[in-house]
Protein backbone atom coordinates (compact mmCIF):
# COMPACT_ATOMS: atom_id res chain seq x y z
CA UNK A 1 0.00 0.00 0.00
CA UNK A 2 1.37 3.34 -0.83
CA UNK A 3 2.33 5.58 1.45
CA UNK A 4 0.08 8.96 2.26
CA UNK A 5 2.00 12.30 1.53
CA UNK A 6 0.96 14.42 4.93
CA UNK A 7 -1.14 17.45 4.40
CA UNK A 8 1.86 20.00 5.32
CA UNK A 9 4.02 17.76 3.62
CA UNK A 10 4.69 20.65 0.90
CA UNK A 11 5.18 23.40 3.89
CA UNK A 12 7.65 21.15 5.40
CA UNK A 13 9.51 20.43 2.33
CA UNK A 14 9.51 24.42 1.33
CA UNK A 15 11.35 24.44 4.99
CA UNK A 16 14.24 22.53 4.30
CA UNK A 17 14.78 23.76 0.98
CA UNK A 18 15.16 27.47 2.52
CA UNK A 19 17.14 25.95 5.86
CA UNK A 20 19.38 24.01 3.84
CA UNK A 21 19.94 26.42 1.22
CA UNK A 22 21.00 28.81 4.03
CA UNK A 23 23.27 25.87 5.56
CA UNK A 24 25.12 25.33 2.37
CA UNK A 25 25.46 28.97 1.54
CA UNK A 26 27.05 29.00 5.10
CA UNK A 27 29.05 25.95 5.22
CA UNK A 28 29.81 24.58 1.51
CA UNK A 29 27.85 22.28 -0.51
CA UNK A 30 30.80 19.71 -0.30
CA UNK A 31 31.19 20.47 3.39
CA UNK A 32 27.97 20.52 4.90
CA UNK A 33 26.26 17.12 5.52
CA UNK A 34 22.64 15.95 5.56
CA UNK A 35 22.75 15.31 9.40
CA UNK A 36 23.83 19.17 10.46
CA UNK A 37 20.82 20.14 7.67
CA UNK A 38 18.76 17.95 9.41
CA UNK A 39 19.51 19.66 13.10
CA UNK A 40 19.26 23.14 11.85
CA UNK A 41 15.57 22.29 10.30
CA UNK A 42 15.18 20.98 13.67
CA UNK A 43 13.73 17.07 12.20
CA UNK A 44 14.96 13.85 12.55
CA UNK A 45 18.10 12.31 9.99
CA UNK A 46 15.60 9.71 9.44
CA UNK A 47 12.73 12.65 8.29
CA UNK A 48 14.87 14.48 6.30
CA UNK A 49 15.72 11.45 4.14
CA UNK A 50 12.07 11.04 3.81
CA UNK A 51 12.08 13.79 1.44
CA UNK A 52 15.22 13.55 -0.04
CA UNK A 53 17.09 10.48 -0.40
CA UNK A 54 20.32 12.14 -1.24
CA UNK A 55 21.84 15.16 -0.59
CA UNK A 56 22.41 15.63 -4.59
CA UNK A 57 18.51 15.75 -4.59
CA UNK A 58 18.52 18.40 -2.41
CA UNK A 59 20.22 20.63 -3.65
CA UNK A 60 18.79 19.71 -7.21
CA UNK A 61 15.01 20.33 -5.59
CA UNK A 62 16.80 23.95 -4.26
CA UNK A 63 18.00 24.85 -7.33
CA UNK A 64 15.38 23.61 -9.31
CA UNK A 65 12.74 25.22 -7.14
CA UNK A 66 14.59 28.56 -7.51
CA UNK A 67 15.04 28.44 -10.93
CA UNK A 68 11.81 27.18 -12.27
CA UNK A 69 10.18 30.05 -10.11
CA UNK A 70 12.38 32.84 -11.27
CA UNK A 71 12.30 31.91 -14.85
CA UNK A 72 8.07 31.37 -14.84
CA UNK A 73 8.45 35.09 -13.26
CA UNK A 74 10.70 36.84 -15.17
CA UNK A 75 10.35 34.98 -19.00
CA UNK A 76 6.10 35.20 -18.33
CA UNK A 77 6.38 39.13 -17.62
CA UNK A 78 3.58 41.05 -20.14
CA UNK A 79 5.73 43.61 -21.58
CA UNK A 80 4.15 44.01 -24.98
CA UNK A 81 2.67 47.36 -24.43
CA UNK A 82 5.83 48.91 -23.31
CA UNK A 83 9.25 50.21 -25.28
CA UNK A 84 11.92 48.36 -25.15
CA UNK A 85 13.67 50.67 -22.31
CA UNK A 86 10.72 50.65 -20.85
CA UNK A 87 10.43 47.01 -21.16
CA UNK A 88 14.07 46.64 -19.98
CA UNK A 89 13.72 48.70 -17.00
CA UNK A 90 10.51 46.31 -15.67
CA UNK A 91 12.77 43.22 -16.67
CA UNK A 92 15.57 44.68 -14.33
CA UNK A 93 13.32 45.59 -11.66
CA UNK A 94 11.83 42.22 -11.73
CA UNK A 95 14.93 40.36 -11.55
CA UNK A 96 16.25 42.38 -8.55
CA UNK A 97 12.64 42.12 -6.36
CA UNK A 98 13.08 38.16 -7.24
CA UNK A 99 16.29 38.33 -6.17
CA UNK A 100 15.18 39.04 -2.23
CA UNK A 101 15.31 36.27 -0.01
CA UNK A 102 16.92 34.24 -2.08
CA UNK A 103 20.55 35.20 -1.57
CA UNK A 104 21.53 31.54 -0.13
CA UNK A 105 20.04 29.83 -3.75
CA UNK A 106 21.60 32.20 -5.80
CA UNK A 107 24.97 31.88 -3.84
CA UNK A 108 25.21 27.80 -3.66
CA UNK A 109 24.20 27.86 -7.66
CA UNK A 110 27.72 27.47 -9.36
CA UNK A 111 28.76 24.89 -6.70
CA UNK A 112 25.33 23.04 -6.62
CA UNK A 113 25.39 22.72 -10.56
CA UNK A 114 28.52 21.34 -10.57
CA UNK A 115 27.87 18.66 -8.53
CA UNK A 116 25.10 17.44 -10.00
CA UNK A 117 24.68 14.73 -12.61
CA UNK A 118 24.79 16.24 -16.78
CA UNK A 119 21.09 15.37 -16.58
CA UNK A 120 20.12 16.97 -13.77
CA UNK A 121 23.13 20.37 -14.64
CA UNK A 122 20.58 20.31 -18.32
CA UNK A 123 17.60 21.28 -16.60
CA UNK A 124 19.04 24.00 -14.64
CA UNK A 125 20.96 25.39 -17.73
CA UNK A 126 17.70 25.44 -19.36
CA UNK A 127 16.67 27.84 -16.99
CA UNK A 128 19.42 29.70 -16.79
CA UNK A 129 19.03 29.80 -21.22
CA UNK A 130 15.88 30.82 -20.96
CA UNK A 131 16.97 34.29 -19.14
CA UNK A 132 19.55 35.02 -20.68
CA UNK A 133 17.78 34.75 -24.15
CA UNK A 134 14.71 36.75 -22.24
CA UNK A 135 16.65 39.93 -21.35
CA UNK A 136 18.77 39.43 -24.80
CA UNK A 137 15.91 39.88 -26.97
CA UNK A 138 15.24 42.55 -25.18
CA UNK A 139 18.63 44.20 -25.53
CA UNK A 140 18.78 43.74 -28.96
CA UNK A 141 15.48 45.60 -29.32
CA UNK A 142 17.05 48.25 -27.40
CA UNK A 143 20.72 48.24 -29.34
CA UNK A 144 21.42 50.01 -32.68
CA UNK A 145 20.89 47.97 -35.78
CA UNK A 146 25.00 48.04 -36.19
CA UNK A 147 24.87 46.08 -33.49
CA UNK A 148 22.27 43.62 -33.48
CA UNK A 149 24.04 41.18 -35.88
CA UNK A 150 26.88 40.76 -34.18
CA UNK A 151 25.66 37.78 -32.13
CA UNK A 152 29.06 37.65 -29.50
CA UNK A 153 29.15 40.97 -28.64
CA UNK A 154 25.19 40.79 -28.24
CA UNK A 155 25.77 37.68 -25.91
CA UNK A 156 28.56 39.88 -24.20
CA UNK A 157 25.85 42.46 -23.23
CA UNK A 158 23.36 40.69 -21.95
CA UNK A 159 25.92 38.60 -19.55
CA UNK A 160 27.49 42.12 -18.52
CA UNK A 161 23.87 43.20 -17.29
CA UNK A 162 23.25 40.01 -15.48
CA UNK A 163 26.57 40.32 -13.87
CA UNK A 164 25.49 43.96 -12.69
CA UNK A 165 21.92 42.59 -11.39
CA UNK A 166 24.20 39.70 -9.66
CA UNK A 167 26.66 42.08 -8.16
CA UNK A 168 24.03 43.87 -6.02
CA UNK A 169 22.94 40.42 -4.16
CA UNK A 170 26.88 40.35 -3.02
CA UNK A 171 27.38 43.68 -1.94
CA UNK A 172 23.81 44.44 -0.48
CA UNK A 173 22.48 42.27 1.65
CA UNK A 174 19.94 43.96 3.43
CA UNK A 175 18.64 45.92 0.31
CA UNK A 176 14.88 46.43 0.70
CA UNK A 177 12.80 46.97 -2.68
CA UNK A 178 13.15 51.06 -2.95
CA UNK A 179 16.89 49.91 -3.38
CA UNK A 180 16.39 47.50 -5.68
CA UNK A 181 14.11 49.49 -7.68
CA UNK A 182 16.71 52.63 -7.67
CA UNK A 183 19.49 49.99 -8.66
CA UNK A 184 17.99 48.53 -11.23
CA UNK A 185 16.92 51.84 -12.68
CA UNK A 186 20.53 52.44 -12.37
CA UNK A 187 21.50 49.65 -14.72
CA UNK A 188 18.61 50.21 -17.18
CA UNK A 189 19.89 53.90 -17.52
CA UNK A 190 24.19 52.97 -18.19
CA UNK A 191 23.30 50.60 -20.23
CA UNK A 192 20.93 52.50 -22.21
CA UNK A 193 22.56 55.91 -22.12
CA UNK A 194 26.03 55.25 -20.63
CA UNK A 195 27.97 57.53 -18.26
CA UNK A 196 26.10 60.56 -19.82
CA UNK A 197 22.73 58.95 -18.99
CA UNK A 198 21.10 59.75 -15.51
CA UNK A 199 21.85 57.54 -12.75
CA UNK A 200 20.07 59.01 -10.17
Not at 60 to 69: C, N
Not at 108 to 119: D, K
Not at 168 to 194: C, H, I, K, S
Request: proline share 3%; with cysteine; net charge negative.
Amino acid sequence: MARTIAKDYDDKRRHILRVAAEVFANEGIARASMNEVARTCGISKANIYHYYPSKDELVFDILDTYLAELRELICTLDLTSLTPPDQLAALTRAVLLAYEGMDNEHKIQREGLLLLSIEKQSILKGYQRELVSTLSQILIACAPVRLREDKPKCRAITMSVFGMLNWFYMWNPNAGQEDRVRYAQQVTDLVLNGLDGDHS
